[in-house]
């Protein structure tokens, strides 16, 4: 394979469109990858709506936020391990393996008499969705030509977007008629019908040479960085909170040490090459997930200050996602002007943040107040679904040939380890400025969103600098 110009210079005359993806050619590969991200991520909501009416049943309260906890951890180790799985199996038997683990630990969910054991399900939900996550990633550059990678990023992405309405809908529902189990058992044979159908669509083997040595000192120091910042998200004292932070930071820095000099990698070589592109690409991906953390909070803030029920609430939240959707949707094809998008989406999340500093802290349930607050989250979600699937693209054509599995499971490494670190720190804004308390909750909206636009910003300066630092070199292999 040989990688583009990461300007798009030279790009086609005609840029394939969604009928070339969705066609009868490929129609059926990208609904397998579409399908496998569909799956985790409705998985990711559904668990989330349904456990209140799981501790209810089973009890637990005391391990409640360790359930997401672990899924979390789960998600980033199988993530990490997918370039590894993907070289030792290939694309099909990688799938269908990831898929059944998701299967096995939705059935365990299903049936859990106790909370321990829903913990243990809820791991091997994460270790197979993270993995299923990363390989639908991976398996794009190798199933599609390039010139559709962004349209099938696109697609992939857009597949959050749909999560966020059917996930809190489906679990809602079963959890509202007092039969959380059925949330779950709804999936399987889903996960079935994936980790069979689905996997047939894809390639036996690759064609490319790749390492089946697992990176495992990658994995402990990741997977450590991640628990401690999830659990200290999760304590009361602020102090906790921060020296978690703190901690997790630090093994961040060291992973970052140890992966610049290591044989295997969980980042291409490419990211500590002298061609600084692709190390600002990621900053920037960093950036943008973890400003989107606020998300978190929005249907807390919009019952609370903007009165809306529970339903409504929720899906004011996923007015980020809709965005998100739009965005990926409508700019996956200006591959011509890639660098132009990728420079300028994040000003759109930029604004969308400084209008809900603005009108999120309103205490209003009229139609201009709802209507304002999503507003905001929309131009945030546009900005970050306008440069993902571009974003995605280049890290791929900015990797060497031979780091390429590593490049297409890197991309979901630093999305959920940034996901990770962002829900710790908006856990932390919000809890010291009294987010639980009616008095300051206004302030806690307000302090949250002006904190994140500090990610948001720092992710703006890595895509101007991303974009003004194409210069149109090839990336060689290896380097």
Same mark, same amino acid.
């Given at each position: 394979?040989?990688?583009?110009?990461?300007?798009?210079?030279?790009?086609?005359?005609?840029?394939?469109?969604?009928?070339?993806?969705?066609?009868?050619?490929?129609?059926?590969?990208?609904?397998?990858?579409?399908?496998?991200?569909?799956?985790?991520?409705?998985?990711?909501?559904?668990?989330?709506?349904?456990?209140?009416?799981?501790?209810?049943?089973?009890?637990?309260?005391?391990?409640?936020?360790?359930?997401?906890?672990?899924?979390?951890?789960?998600?980033?180790?199988?993530?990490?391990?997918?370039?590894?799985?993907?070289?030792?199996?290939?694309?099909?038997?990688?799938?269908?393996?990831?898929?059944?683990?998701?299967?096995?630990?939705?059935?365990?969910?299903?049936?859990?008499?106790?909370?321990?054991?829903?913990?243990?399900?809820?791991?091997?939900?994460?270790?197979?969705?993270?993995?299923?996550?990363?390989?639908?990633?991976?398996?794009?550059?190798?199933?599609?030509?390039?010139?559709?990678?962004?349209?099938?990023?696109?697609?992939?992405?857009?597949?959050?977007?749909?999560?966020?309405?059917?996930?809190?809908?489906?679990?809602?529902?079963?959890?509202?008629?007092?039969?959380?189990?059925?949330?779950?058992?709804?999936?399987?044979?889903?996960?079935?019908?994936?980790?069979?159908?689905?996997?047939?669509?894809?390639?036996?083997?690759?064609?490319?040479?790749?390492?089946?040595?697992?990176?495992?000192?990658?994995?402990?120091?990741?997977?450590?960085?991640?628990?401690?910042?999830?659990?200290?998200?999760?304590?009361?004292?602020?102090?906790?909170?921060?020296?978690?932070?703190?901690?997790?930071?630090?093994?961040?820095?060291?992973?970052?040490?140890?992966?610049?000099?290591?044989?295997?990698?969980?980042?291409?070589?490419?990211?500590?090459?002298? *061609?600084?592109?692709?190390?600002?690409?990621?900053?920037?991906?960093?950036?943008?997930?973890?400003?989107?953390?606020?998300?978190?909070?929005?249907?807390?803030?919009?019952?609370?200050?903007?009165?809306?029920?529970?339903?409504?609430?929720?899906?004011?939240?996923?007015?980020?996602?809709?965005?998100?959707?739009?965005?990926?949707?409508?700019?996956?094809?200006?591959?011509?002007?890639?660098?132009?998008?990728?420079?300028?989406?994040?000003?759109?999340?930029?604004?969308?943040?400084?209008?809900?500093?603005?009108?999120?802290?309103?205490?209003?349930?009229?139609?201009?107040?709802?209507?304002?607050?999503?507003?905001?989250?929309?131009?945030?979600?546009?900005?970050?679904?306008?440069?993902?699937?571009?974003?995605?693209?280049?890290?791929?054509?900015?990797?060497?040939?031979?780091?390429? *599995?590593?490049?297409?499971?890197?991309?979901?490494?630093?999305?959920?380890?940034?996901?990770?670190?962002?829900?710790?720190?908006?856990?932390?804004?919000?809890?010291?400025?009294?987010?639980? *308390?009616?008095?300051?909750?206004?302030?806690?909206?307000?302090?949250?969103?002006?904190?994140?636009?500090?990610?948001?910003?720092?992710?703006?300066?890595?895509?101007?600098?991303?974009?003004?630092?194409?210069?149109?070199?090839?990336?060689?292999?290896?380097?």
């Amino acid at each position: 394979m040989t990688t583009e110009e990461a300007t798009g210079t030279g790009a086609a005359a005609a840029t394939p469109g969604w009928l070339d993806l969705l066609g009868r050619r490929h129609g059926a590969v990208a609904a397998a990858l579409a399908g496998g991200v569909a799956l985790h991520a409705v998985n990711v909501y559904l668990a989330t709506t349904v456990l209140p009416s799981v501790i209810e049943d089973i009890g637990g309260a005391r391990l409640y936020a360790w359930a997401t906890t672990v899924f979390v951890v789960a998600s980033v180790l199988g993530s990490v391990l997918a370039a590894a799985v993907l070289a030792r199996t290939g694309p099909r038997a990688a799938y269908r393996w990831s898929a059944a683990a998701l299967l096995v630990g939705t059935v365990v969910c299903a049936l859990a008499p106790n909370m321990v054991v829903l913990l243990v399900g809820r791991a091997v939900q994460g270790l197979g969705g993270g993995l299923l996550f990363a390989l639908c990633y991976s398996v794009v550059r190798i199933v599609f030509e390039e010139a559709l990678w962004p349209r099938a990023m696109a697609l992939v992405s857009a597949m959050w977007g749909v999560a966020t309405l059917v996930g809190p809908a489906l679990g809602g529902a079963w959890a509202q008629a007092h039969v959380w189990r059925g949330a779950f058992w709804t999936l399987v044979p889903l996960l079935a019908l994936c980790a069979g159908l689905g996997a047939r669509r894809l390639p036996g083997r690759s064609g490319e040479p790749g390492s089946v040595r697992l990176p495992w000192g990658a994995v402990g120091l990741l997977s450590a960085a991640v628990l401690v910042v999830s659990a200290a998200s999760v304590a009361e004292s602020l102090s906790v909170n921060a020296v978690g932070v703190l901690v997790a930071v630090v093994l961040l820095c060291v992973w970052a040490r140890h992966e610049r000099g290591a044989a295997v990698r969980v980042l291409p070589r490419a990211a500590f090459g002298p *061609d600084r592109r692709l190390r600002l690409t990621y900053v920037t991906m960093a950036g943008l997930v973890v400003a989107s953390c606020v998300e978190v909070f929005v249907p807390f803030f919009g019952q609370r200050l903007q009165g809306l029920g529970p339903l409504g609430a929720g899906y004011l939240g996923a007015a980020m996602a809709a965005g998100w959707t739009l965005g990926s949707v409508v700019l996956s094809g200006a591959t011509a002007r890639r660098a132009l998008v990728v420079a300028t989406a994040p000003v759109f999340s930029l604004v969308g943040l400084v209008v809900l500093v603005a009108v999120a802290p309103v205490r209003s349930s009229g139609v201009a107040a709802v209507s304002s607050v999503a507003a905001g989250l929309v131009l945030f979600g546009w900005g970050v679904g306008a440069a993902w699937p571009h974003l995605l693209t280049d890290v791929l054509r900015l990797s060497g040939d031979g780091d390429q *599995d590593v490049a297409g499971a890197s991309t979901t490494t630093v999305q959920l380890t940034a996901t990770s670190f962002g829900s710790a720190v908006a856990g932390m804004v919000a809890n010291a400025s009294g987010f639980a *308390d009616p008095a300051t909750t206004a302030d806690a909206a307000r302090h949250l969103y002006a904190v994140f636009l500090v990610p948001a910003a720092v992710a703006l300066i890595g895509a101007v600098l991303v974009s003004g630092a194409r210069s149109g070199k090839r990336v060689p292999a290896g380097e």
